[in-house]
T-cell receptor
Framework: GAVVSQHPSRVICKSGTSVKIECRSL??????MFWYRQFPKKSLMLMAT?????????EQGVEKDKFLINHASLTLSTLTVTSAHPEDSSFYIC?????????FGPGTRLTVT | RKEVEQDPGPFNVPEGATVAFNCTYS??????FFWYRQDCRKEPKLLMS???SGNEDGRFTAQLNRASQYISLLIRDSKLSDSATYLC????????FGDGTTLTVKP
């Protein structure tokens, strides 16, 4: 099946710093990618839809200036958490559809100290 | 009310047991339905799609009732390796996830 990769898999950073997470579709092209976050024992919450060559679409309550999304190519989307705070600590997962199935990246566990 | 609601669980069952999970959704315009499996600290992986006619894949059977806006997953002859969180996913243009039901299969 299709593969979606994410990098890094785990990051620990200090409050106030910015963190960039990369999401790549390895064997298919994705004009649209999705970014989710997941808190412990909770489900995935869609943060934004990343559109290749245009602006991302953010879900209600998600600050677009806080979570910067860039989808510069058909295989790469990036999420930058700017000026991270401890409450941003979470599991961030990207995904993309390949024809009929939605594939997820392995996730990035962000811890802000 | 949540858009997708699942049995809260957890379900703790012995090996060989049959277990059923339920899921209801509120958006009648939903078009596609899925069950995903998520292991601890891992990404979700597709278990099966759910069709109106019902579908079966080995020990797993999924059912969809559009009139009642209800989806189910039945696992027969549970294995230890079935222990995971099962996510109900409903798509009406974008995927909405239930909170998941945790299953623990014990020897």
């Amino acid at each position: 099946g299709a593969v979606v990769s994410q990098h890094p898999s785990r990051v620990i950073c200090k409050s106030g710093t910015s963190v960039k997470i990369e999401c790549r579709s390895l064997d298919f092209q994705a004009t649209t990618m999705f970014w989710y976050r997941q808190f412990p024992k909770k489900s995935l919450m869609l943060m934004a839809t990343s559109n290749e060559g245009s602006k991302a679409t953010y879900e209600q309550g998600v600050e677009k200036d806080k979570f910067l999304i860039n989808h510069a190519s058909l295989t790469l989307s990036t999420l930058t958490v700017t000026s991270a705070h401890p409450e941003d600590s979470s599991f961030y997962i990207c995904s993309a559809w390949d024809t009929y199935e939605q594939y997820f990246g392995p996730g990035t566990r962000l811890t802000v100290t | 009310r949540k858009e997708v609601e699942q049995d809260p669980g957890p379900f703790n069952v012995p090996e060989g047991a049959t277990v059923a999970f339920n899921c209801t959704y509120s958006n009648s315009a939903s078009q596609s339905f899925f069950w995903y499996r998520q292991d601890c600290r891992k990404e979700p992986k597709l278990l099966m799609s759910v069709y109106s006619s019902g579908n079966e894949d080995g020990r797993f059977t999924a059912q969809l009732n559009r009139a009642s806006q209800y989806i189910s997953l039945l696992i027969r002859d549970s294995k230890l390796s079935d222990s995971a969180t099962y996510l109900c996913v409903v798509n009406a243009g974008k995927s909405t996830f239930g909170d998941g039901t945790t299953l623990t299969v014990k020897p």
